[in-house]
């Protein structure tokens, strides 16, 4: 049986852990909350946005290379936007999973000829993908460390400017979609060129006037759209971005919670096992002094 020494030890070290889940797990709902925030003021706008590029896309006879033509795209690049810091479950890797299993099946052919390359936004999604030999061409470690809109329309504007000079054919972006603390969609979204009809992953919001209406578009819905599509894209990112910080956080006050339980569990099992130890213990030097006592009368 262990030493009580050790099991003490041992006890004093596992509720030091229990301490330190439990400010991470209220730290965590603190930047959930904040994330949650950004998120519902985004949303609508970036939804927007999109649908009325859509109308724009529609009502433009022109296909320019922003425009998503019949034909499939030769070379792709993929935006994967992961975190900078672990001990959030399995946030960062069944992300990853995912990713691999749609490059391996969707993307198979990009994958085979070498035509797939990637950004990774975040520490964890730079090592997982530098390492297992995939086309990294722009690295973003540190990236969430803070958190802003101008890093993240740079990164964008690069990947638009690949696009334009016809680098890439297709740009995509893959991230965690928040849906709840527990709960997040893990989704792989096309950036450009621009689908003439809506594939997002949730409805847009439209008003019931819309419905009818014949737009006059000045000076054509061919300019408009040369100045709001590499604004879509932006905001598309931005969002992107947001949804998967606020997921990152709940999946690690969902960790840090699940860790502060297993502590709790941990505790009560060492506690019971120093208590059997100590009557074992006592029960042993009374023997031992009854022992003694015997031999002395002898």
Request: hydrophobic fraction near 40%.
């Amino acid at each position: 049986m262990a030493n009580l020494r050790d099991i003490r030890d041992r006890i004093s070290s596992v509720k030091s852990t229990q301490q330190i889940t439990k400010a991470m797990k209220m730290v965590a709902a603190a930047r959930l909350r904040k994330a949650q925030e950004r998120i519902m003021a985004t949303r609508p706008y970036a939804y927007n946005l999109r649908s009325v590029l859509n109308r724009l896309a529609l009502s433009s006879d022109e296909s320019g290379r922003m425009l998503s033509a019949d034909k499939n795209p030769e070379k792709i690049l993929v935006v994967i936007v992961g975190s900078d810091r672990g001990l959030c479950g399995g946030f960062n890797t069944n992300l990853f999973r995912y990713i691999e299993d749609e490059f391996k099946t969707t993307y198979k052919e990009y994958l085979d000829r070498g035509n797939l390359s990637l950004v990774c936004i975040g520490k964890k999604a730079n090592e997982h993908f530098t390492k297992r030999g995939y086309d990294v061409i722009e690295r973003h470690p540190g990236f969430f460390d803070n958190l802003a809109i101008e890093p993240t329309a740079q990164i964008m504007k690069d990947a638009f400017n690949r696009f334009m000079n016809n680098e890439y054919d297709g740009v995509y972006i893959a991230y965690n979609e928040f849906k709840t603390v527990l709960t997040q969609n893990r989704v792989i979204e096309q950036l450009l060129p621009v689908a003439r009809v809506d594939s997002g992953v949730e409805p847009i919001p439209r008003l019931s006037t819309d419905q009818g209406i014949d737009y006059i578009f000045e000076p054509s819905a061919a300019d408009i759209l040369e100045h709001i599509v590499p604004m879509h894209v932006n905001v598309q990112l931005w969002r992107a971005v947001l949804e998967s910080n606020a997921s990152e956080q709940g999946a690690r006050m969902a960790a840090m919670d699940n860790a502060t339980e297993n502590a709790k569990e941990i505790i009560r099992v060492l506690n019971l096992e120093y208590n059997q130890a100590r009557q074992a213990s006592i029960t042993t030097e009374i023997s031992e002094i009854v022992s003694g006592a015997e031999a002395l009368s002898q």
